[in-house]
Antibody
Framework: EVQLVESGGGLIQPGGSLRLSCAAS????????ISWVRQAPGRGLEWVSV???????YYADSAKGRFTISRDNSKNCVYLQMNSLRAEDTAIYYC????????????WGPGTRVTVSS | IVLTQSPDTLSLSPGERATLSCRVS???????LAWYQQKPGQAPKLLIY???NRAAGIPDRFSGSGSGTDFTLTFSRLEPEDFAVYHC????????FGQGTRLEIK
């Protein structure tokens, strides 16, 4: 089955760190563009970061300097390392595949919930 | 690039026609405008790309239109399974989304 599955979410105190994982099956992360998109409670979607097939990475301003996207080709997995977490980072985090020709997100995982609170 | 959707909530009955709006803060190429459907507890699902192209498996009661800064998602006749939240997205620049429109049963 072709799917993306996120893990690693949870409750974390402000200032803490968390690493999210996106495990892919039926799709090869090294040849695709994989993004992280988040959704705060009751809010819209916010693109966070992307890793391209050539390994280049890009971040939203809200993530620059605090979040790092990476991948492990041998595990077919993409990661989001989140440091210096703030209450406003509380959200469901989705990994999604970006269609290279269209720029749309055509495959999504079910999401993992991150709550930043003391 | 900021996207503003209207209305925030739309209350209609099955069988009715629905029109959702997405206004973009600057002119974009219509090739880079998409719509997604999101049901409670689920991830978004791609409906429309390139302003008017339906994604695979999307029924023809969904249609997209627009250009420049104003884009529209239209439902010719609402089915019970269409009641959900709809998001527009631009991908001419770093991807950004509208705040969403909730389509609810009246």
């Amino acid at each position: 089955e072709v799917q993306l599955v996120e893990s690693g979410g949870g409750l974390i105190q402000p200032g803490g760190s968390l690493r999210l994982s996106c495990a892919a099956s039926g799709v090869t992360v090294s040849t695709n563009y994989i993004s992280w998109v988040r959704q705060a409670p009751g809010r819209g979607l916010e693109w966070v970061s992307v890793i391209y097939s050539d390994g280049s990475t890009y971040y939203a301003d809200s993530a620059k300097g605090r979040f790092t996207i990476s991948r492990d080709n041998s595990k077919n997995c993409v990661y989001l390392q989140m440091n210096s977490l703030r209450a406003e980072d509380t959200a469901i985090y989705y990994c999604a595949r970006e269609d290279r020709s269209q720029g749309t997100f055509d495959m999504w995982g079910p999401g993992t919930r991150v709550t930043v609170s003391s | 690039i900021v996207l503003t959707q209207s209305p925030d909530t739309l209350s209609l009955s099955p069988g009715e026609r629905a029109t959702l709006s997405c206004r973009v803060s600057e002119t974009i190429n219509g090739q880079y405008l998409a719509w997604y459907q999101q049901k409670p507890g689920q991830a978004p699902k791609l409906l429309i790309y390139g302003t008017f192209n339906r994604a695979a498996g999307i029924p023809d009661r969904f249609s997209g239109s627009g250009s420049g800064t104003d884009f529209t998602l239209t439902f010719s006749r609402l089915e019970p399974e269409d009641f959900a939240v709809y998001h527009c997205q631009q991908y001419e620049d770093s991807p950004s989304f509208g705040q969403g429109t909730r389509l609810e049963i009246k």
